[in-house]
C-alpha cells in the first residue's frame, strides 16, 4: 500500500500531511503510482521539495516572484482579446 504516515517535521514543531493514496483492489502499482504523482503534482509538493533545497535569500524569492507575476499579466493582457 502507498501510504506515509503523518509526520511531525523537528525544528519549528510545524506539521506536515503527507500524501496519502491508498491502493484499490486489484489495482496495478503503476496505475497507483500514476495517481499519486497527480496528486503530487496538484498538491505542488514536488515544486516545494525543489525550492527547498537549497537557501534562497528573501530578495531573491521577491525577484523570483516578481518575475512569474510580471509573466502571468502578460499573458492574460496578450490572451485578453480572445
Do not use: Q
Not at 500524501?19 to 496505475?31: A, D, R, V
Not at 509538493?45 to 525577484?63: C, F, G, N, Q
Amino acid at each position: 500500500m502507498l501510504h506515509p504516515a503523518d509526520s511531525t517535521a523537528s525544528g519549528e514543531g510545524s506539521e506536515h500531511k503527507l500524501t496519502e493514496i491508498k491502493l484499490k483492489k486489484g489495482e496495478p502499482i503503476e496505475k497507483a503510482l500514476r495517481r499519486l504523482k497527480k496528486r503530487l503534482d496538484r498538491e505542488n509538493t514536488m515544486k516545494d521539495v525543489r525550492a527547498r533545497r537549497r537557501y534562497e535569500k528573501p530578495s531573491a524569492r521577491r525577484r523570483r516572484k516578481e518575475k512569474v507575476a510580471r509573466f502571468t499579466a502578460m499573458l492574460k493582457a496578450r490572451y485578453a482579446d480572445m
